[in-house]
């Protein structure tokens, strides 16, 4: 069956890097998402990437996906403190199937 | 666009009563769905609607769950004899025709004492 899968937790400085990565099993998957959830609210949609591209950039965001591997990464350039928030990455089919979500905690 | 709206935010309930909550989705989009998020997990799919038709339902969805979407515009989400089990985030999201993205609702949060 679809199954995604995040690691729970990431804590980077003010300006460095972050990346964030999603296993998913679904190789029929048309688009990989990744969403952003601030505390109480609903999920904002971040970036999509089509399954037939290997990489989108995006301002700071760039999205990774090797598809031999069903991995897919988010790398967030110059992280502030307003992009703490968890983040969930998605595999779509007739309907989104979510991993858990990592947090990502951004010190200042 | 306005984006998804959902109504009401929070609803506290006591065990054994009746809830129901309200999704009104992008104008234009033809898809909705029902996600259940509780604490520490991802949203999990409950049911999704194509236009008025109610296409798919999870498991997850016990009979005392039912959904609507009558004239294929706004949705509503019915939980009857709630249980404290049922204390979770609902999130409604919708979506143009296709593989296009999902746009998601700030939630209804549910509290059952």
Redesign the interface.
Same mark, same amino acid.
């Given at each position: 069956g679809e199954d995604?899968e995040q690691s729970l937790f990431l804590s980077v400085r003010e300006g460095d890097s972050s990346v964030i990565n999603c296993t998913y099993t679904d190789s029929s998957s048309?688009?990989l998402?990744w969403?952003k959830q601030e505390p109480? !609210?609903?999920?904002?949609?971040l970036t999509?990437i089509f399954s037939n591209m290997d990489m989108k950039q995006d301002q700071r965001l760039t999205v990774l996906l090797n598809k031999k591997d069903k991995h897919l990464s988010l790398r967030i350039a110059d992280t502030q403190t307003g992009d703490s928030a968890i983040y969930?990455c998605?595999e779509?089919g007739?309907?989104?199937?979510? /991993? !858990? /979500?990592t947090i990502l905690r951004v010190k200042s | 666009d306005t984006g998804v709206s959902q109504d009401p935010r929070h609803k506290i309930t006591k065990r054994g009563q009746n809830v129901t909550f309200r999704c009104d989705p992008i104008s234009e989009h033809n898809r909705l769905y029902w996600y259940r998020q509780t604490l520490g997990q991802g949203p999990e799919f409950l049911t999704y609607f194509q236009n008025e038709a109610q296409l798919e339902k999870s498991r997850l969805l016990s009979d005392r769950f039912s959904a609507e979407r009558p004239k294929g515009s706004f949705s509503t989400l019915e939980i009857q004899r709630t249980e404290q089990g049922d204390s979770a985030m609902y999130l409604c999201a919708s979506g143009r025709q296709g593989n296009s993205p999902l746009h998601f609702g700030n939630g209804t949060r549910l509290t059952v004492t």
């Open positions: 995604v048309t688009y998402y969403y109480g !609210a609903g999920l904002q949609l999509y969930f998605a779509d007739n309907k989104l199937v979510f /991993g !858990a /979500g | -």
